[in-house]
């Protein structure tokens, strides 16, 4: 009789000591890593608080939250980025339109945004007759403050500048694009303006941005091209993860099997010497960190906070004030009114509108169901299954962050109160709903702390043009910051460009030549 089989352990990289770390799932980080690869680095990508690409309830694979990503087109700089991996044509092949583009949802109105401006100007016309007037030349205008920002964006503005000859030379470069600071036109006090600046938190993460580049860039982007990526933006990390192997890069993450979750940064006096992962005793060493994670996240895993005080105090500087809490119901795609768009920004209703602690806009997207493999199929390396007569809607609020705080009970309210204004918007489709889940309450391992897959914040530094918050460097001269909190008033756009600038600071750091350059 043979001994039965052991089970197989990841080997995990064979390397140990790298040019760079990248530390942390979001996306600045993970095309920080790919660039960084691509430019002849050695680069270990240690996803720590990844979620994947949604999460398991019963046979469904289900998104996190509503997720929107624009066209490559409307942000020129992170295209170039994406060029030199080769990666551009993939995702712009991978990206799904909604139709129409954006659906707008009042108690008394029902509009669709096209991203033509001719039909978006026609629907508003037909809807809001002469009173469409102000709200479409706001949308012009954002459009053509998108167009300036473009320019600037490419020349590779330091943003947030560090230090005062960086902020001399960032305003002078401010001065030369004067429709960056040209007041927003957003601001009417009707319905429909007031419906549309809710779809802001969405496409952002500061919480009340002021500065007239956070009030229309994002949002631009988002009625031009509001597309969806499989997986969300779980799925474009994925695809980047999987450049930086291709690359030559070590890579652990969730899907690799190997342990992820990082225990604690190692520090040598004043730099960052390396981490070390949960159930390994191996210390993985870095000339340089790139930290794309939160800062709360981050500073958990300074064991030594008396002798990095200057660190903790840099990521301290800011604070999450909402997060975005979601409730998906799988439901017979026969049964959705037929005028319903794919993605839907909806004023609440009924009691809820009037409620002091009302939830704000809702935005649902909807996704052909995701189906899980069967038992047949167990172990086999099978995509999930798309099936077009079963939608998923997921419809998300923004919520404060203390909400996490008040217990299981307060979030199952939360869930029943979307429920409430699904149920008005889809009547007689809950009875005959497949399932219905909340990430918070049904996802299961990612439970807590770590599940933040949209939060808004708000930081106590400057803001520059607006967008900015945590500078990319910290006071550890070899640890740079590259994820959302570093430009959390372009959204999606700022979380990518933190990524491109800190792979060149590294570079800078290592003061290595970039082979691609001669």
Same mark, same amino acid.
Request: aromatic letters at 6%; hydrophobic letters at 40%; one cysteine or more.
């Given at each position: ?54 999460? +398991? ?5 289900? $998104?996190?939250? *509503?997720?929107?990503?624009? @066209?490559?087109? %409307?942000? $020129? ?25 954006? !659906? ?38 954002? @459009?053509?403050?998108?167009? +300036? #920002? ?6 590779? /503005? ?17 001065? !030369? ?57 779980? #799925? ?83 604070? %999450?004030?909402?997060?975005?809490? %979601? ?22 209703? #009924?009691?809820?509108? !009037? ?12 996704? /052909?169901?995701?189906?899980?493999? #069967?038992?047949? !199929? ?5 995509? $999930?299954?798309?099936?077009? @007569? ?8 923004? =919520? ?12 199952? +309210? ?8 699904? @149920? ?30 949209? /939060?808004?914040?708000?930081? +106590? ?13 910290? /006071? ?9 909190? =570093?430009? *959390? ?30």
């Amino acid at each position: 009789m043979q001994p039965p089989a052991r089970p197989k352990i990841p080997a995990g990289p064979s390397r140990h000591v790298y040019d760079v770390i990248v530390l942390g799932s979001q996306l600045g980080g993970a095309l920080a890593g790919a660039l960084l690869a691509k430019r002849g680095h050695r680069v270990l990508f240690v996803e720590h608080d990844g979620m994947g690409p949604g999460y +398991e309830h019963g046979r469904y694979l289900l $998104p996190y939250a *509503p997720s929107l990503i624009p @066209s490559l087109k %409307t942000m $020129p700089a992170v295209e170039e980025a994406f060029t030199e991996l080769g990666l551009s044509t993939a995702v712009q092949r991978a990206l799904k339109p909604h139709h129409p583009d954006l !659906q707008l949802v009042l108690p008394r109105h029902r509009v669709d945004l096209h991203a033509d401006e001719a039909r978006r100007r026609a629907e508003l016309a037909r809807e809001f007759g002469d009173g469409a007037a102000a709200l479409q030349e706001a949308l012009t205008q954002a @459009s053509r403050q998108h167009e +300036e #920002g473009d320019a600037f964006f490419k020349a590779g /503005p330091e943003l947030p500048p560090d230090g005062m000859f960086e902020t001399w030379a960032f305003r002078k470069q401010v001065r !030369q694009h004067p429709a960056l600071e040209a007041p927003s036109r957003l601001g009417g006090d009707d319905a429909a303006s007031a419906l549309l600046r809710g779809l802001l938190p969405f496409v952002t993460h500061l919480d009340a941005p002021q500065g007239p580049l956070a009030l229309t860039r994002p949002l631009s982007q988002a009625l031009r091209s509001p597309y969806r990526f499989p997986g969300g933006r779980e #799925g474009l990390r994925e695809l980047l993860a999987k450049r930086i192997t291709e690359l030559g890069g070590d890579v652990l993450t969730r899907e690799g099997g190997e342990a992820f979750i990082v225990e604690e940064l190692s520090f040598e006096g004043g730099k960052f010497a390396g981490l070390k992962v949960l159930r390994s005793d191996t210390l993985y060493r870095g000339n340089c960190l790139v930290a794309a994670t939160d800062a709360g996240a981050l500073r958990r895993l300074i064991a030594d906070k008396k002798r990095q005080s200057s660190l903790a105090t840099h990521l301290d500087l800011s604070t %999450t004030k909402r997060f975005l809490f %979601t409730v998906n119901w799988v439901v017979p795609a026969e049964l959705l009114p037929k005028g319903l768009g794919e993605l839907t920004l909806v004023q609440p209703s #009924g009691s809820e509108a !009037q409620a002091a602690d009302a939830l704000g806009p809702l935005l649902l997207q909807q996704h /052909p169901a995701r189906l899980l493999p #069967g038992k047949e !199929q167990a172990g086999k390396d099978v995509a $999930p299954r798309e099936d077009e @007569s079963q939608r998923v809607i997921c419809a998300g609020a923004f =919520v404060p962050a203390s909400a996490r705080d008040l217990g299981e009970d307060h979030l199952k +309210e939360l869930a029943e109160r979307i429920d409430a204004q699904l @149920s008005h918007l889809l009547p007689f489709v809950k009875e005959k709903r497949f399932l219905r889940s909340a990430p918070y309450l049904d996802a299961g391992g990612v439970r807590g702390s770590r599940l933040l897959p949209h /939060p808004l914040y708000a930081f +106590e530094a400057e803001a520059f043009l607006g967008v900015s918050g945590l500078g990319q460097r910290t /006071p550890v001269k070899n640890l740079l910051l590259a994820g959302r909190e =570093v430009l *959390p008033g372009l959204g999606l756009e700022g979380e990518l460009l933190a990524g491109m600038r800190a792979a060149r600071l590294v570079q800078e750091t290592l003061k290595k030549k970039d082979p691609l350059k001669g």
